[in-house]
């Protein structure tokens, strides 16, 4: 395609943009709308993985050692402990230290357990898992351990975790493929009123030897543009609402703890994914509407 032609295309597919204004406007806030949707529910989906990732890289479980093993037998267990699939690393502490560490947390009351004995605490290892979500598989293996009495681990909230991610990932794959289906029907009739308009003008191209991609194109370009004005306008949405909830989040009491990815490190994998569904809505739309009329 010539630089003239690419220019007569663009040109007739732009103005063909303003020239049935309500369809367009109603077509870019449409795409706007499914864009914003998918994206805010796919960046639910990042930042929970985020946070299940820093859950990862933090969670351990307590396994304690059988109360009748000495200090010196009890530390005899832990290349047992290393050796389970999907332990990370495997740390012994000892009565004395486990004493210490109970009376740190008293909190100015240590007095009470001034003469406690460290025999009243057990043995105990701390133990970090390479994968969350087979950590109850792990504390199973730990259990089966001879010398280990007792597991204390929180599997309710690696599963709590694992079910929110899930069910966001999967609201944000439906919500998504509706709304682009929503998006393609409605930029399909706003072309199809372009070539409604323009049937006689298509019908004496198809007569004259026009090529179907000569008479395709400017509907192309009316369905490309109008797809990514709405991923701009809906990147530019997107960046304010997150911003938005960020510093709300930052500025609360309890969700204050909570920890999310900067908009930042996220900015240009957002803006390629809008502009190439932008793109495909626009294109996908457009082809759809000028197919039967491309049948003279």
């Keep these: 395609m010539g630089d003239n032609q690419f220019w007569y295309h663009f040109k007739d597919g732009f103005r063909s943009i303003f020239a049935h204004g309500l ?4 077509s870019v806030c449409m795409i706007l709308a499914c864009l914003l949707i998918m994206g805010s529910f796919s960046l639910v989906a990042v930042n929970l993985s985020h946070m299940f990732r820093e859950l990862e890289e933090e969670n351990q479980f307590l396994a304690y ?20 699939n999907n332990v990370a690393s495997v740390t012994f502490m000892s009565r004395s230290e486990a004493m210490a560490n109970f009376k740190e947390t008293l909190d100015g009351r240590q007095d009470l357990f001034r003469d406690a004995p460290d025999s009243v605490l057990r043995d105990r290892f701390i133990i970090h898992v390479v994968d969350i979500e087979a950590m109850s598989e792990t504390v199973e293996q730990v259990e089966q351990v001879t010398g280990i009495a007792d597991v204390q681990a ?32 409605i930029i399909s009739n706003t072309v199809k009123i ?5 049937r006689e003008e298509i019908a004496v191209l198809r007569m004259c ?27 530019l949405a997107q960046w304010g609402v ?4 960020q510093r709300a989040m930052e500025n609360s009491g309890i969700l204050s703890i909570i920890t999310t990815v900067p908009f930042s490190e996220l900015a240009v994998s957002v803006l390629l994914v809008f502009l190439l569904v932008g793109f495909a809505i626009g294109a996908g739309g457009s082809a759809l509407a000028i197919r039967k009329f491309l049948k003279v």
């Design 23 to 26: 369809m367009s406007f109603a």
């Design 209 to 235: 030897g026009a090529s179907n991609w000569f008479i395709r194109w400017p509907f192309l370009v009316e369905g490309v543009l109008l797809g990514l004005v709405g991923a701009v306008l809906a990147y």
């Design 65 to 84: 050692v059988d109360e009748n093993y000495d200090e010196q037998s009890a530390r005899a267990l832990q290349p047992r402990l290393e050796g389970i």
């Design 194 to 198: 372009a070539t409604f308009t323009r």
């Design 154 to 185: 929180s599997l309710e909230v690696a599963d709590g975790f694992m079910m929110i991610r899930n069910v966001a990932g999967g609201v944000a794959i439906i919500l998504a493929a509706t709304l682009v289906l929503v998006s393609v029907f």
């Design 242 to 245: 997150y911003g938005l909830i």
